[in-house]
């Protein structure tokens, strides 16, 4: 099945800091979801964005699907995005998600 | 309010109780998923369903039941549970068979079986 990885694995920023976080597949593109778990455990879905270019506020989200890769932004960080982010795949060969291991960021004041 | 409910929140138990996690959503979706979150092992798809009566095995099922009976309902049973499925256990739902769609989430439910 497809593989997910994502980096960095952790992240510590000082409030007002931009990031970049980053999902590679080892399949085709072409139904990825950005996920923020925060720190009560909830997970609240991002973009749906299996190729191009989204904006949402503060973040926006970039998938190359030709070079299996996608981009997560975020800009002037606040404390409020601490948690994990994952990015999650359909396999393409069941009807199944698969979901990177995270990047945990921390977000000081 | 568009929601996927999961009860209990919380659930301590112990070894060889059977015990159900219900799982609602009222957004008329087809597709329904069971996770389970662990650390360093990120989360995992237990079982998932397609449609009403529909229901398929993810990548961790064993020691795990679901039914679909209703579309807007499914259920994750453990019927025997031993302590390693002590775990954050999430149901998502999503449209289309999740073609196209964002899965949403319940808010999870933390089990632990002593």
């Known amino acids: 099945g497809i593989q997910v990885e994502q980096s960095p694995p952790d992240l510590i920023l000082q409030e007002g800091a931009n990031s970049t976080l980053r999902c590679n597949f080892s399949?085709?593109?072409?139904?990825l979801q950005w996920f923020h778990q925060n720190p009560w455990g909830q997970l609240i879905n991002l973009f749906y964005?299996?190729?191009g270019t989204k904006q949402n506020g503060r973040l926006s989200a970039t998938t190359v699907a030709t070079e299996r890769y996608s981009l997560l932004y975020i800009s002037s960080s606040q404390t409020t995005d601490s948690g994990v982010y994952f990015c999650?795949?359909?396999?393409?060969?069941?009807?199944?998600?698969?979901f990177g291991p995270g990047t945990r960021l921390s977000v000081l004041p | 309010e568009a929601q996927v409910t999961q009860n209990p929140r919380y659930l301590i138990t112990v070894t060889g109780k059977k015990l159900t996690v219900t799982c609602s959503q009222n957004?008329?979706?087809?597709?329904m998923s069971w996770y389970r979150q662990d650390p360093g092992l990120g989360l995992r798809q237990i079982y998932y369903?397609?449609?009403?009566?529909?229901?398929d095995k993810g990548d961790v099922p064993e020691g795990y039941k679901v039914s679909r009976k209703e579309k807007r309902n499914f259920p994750l049973i453990l019927e025997s549970p031993s302590p390693n499925q002590t775990s954050l256990y999430f149901c998502?739902?999503?449209?289309?068979?999740?073609?196209?769609?964002?899965?949403?989430f319940g808010d999870g439910t933390r089990l632990s079986i002593l």
């Open positions: 399949d085709s593109v072409n139904n």
């Open positions: 999650a795949e359909r396999d393409n060969y069941g009807q199944n998600f698969v």
């Open positions: 957004m008329n979706h087809e597709y």
């Open positions: 998502a739902s999503s449209s289309q068979d999740s073609i196209g769609e964002p899965q949403h």
């Open positions: 964005i299996p190729s």
């Open positions: 369903s397609m449609n009403v009566e529909v229901t």
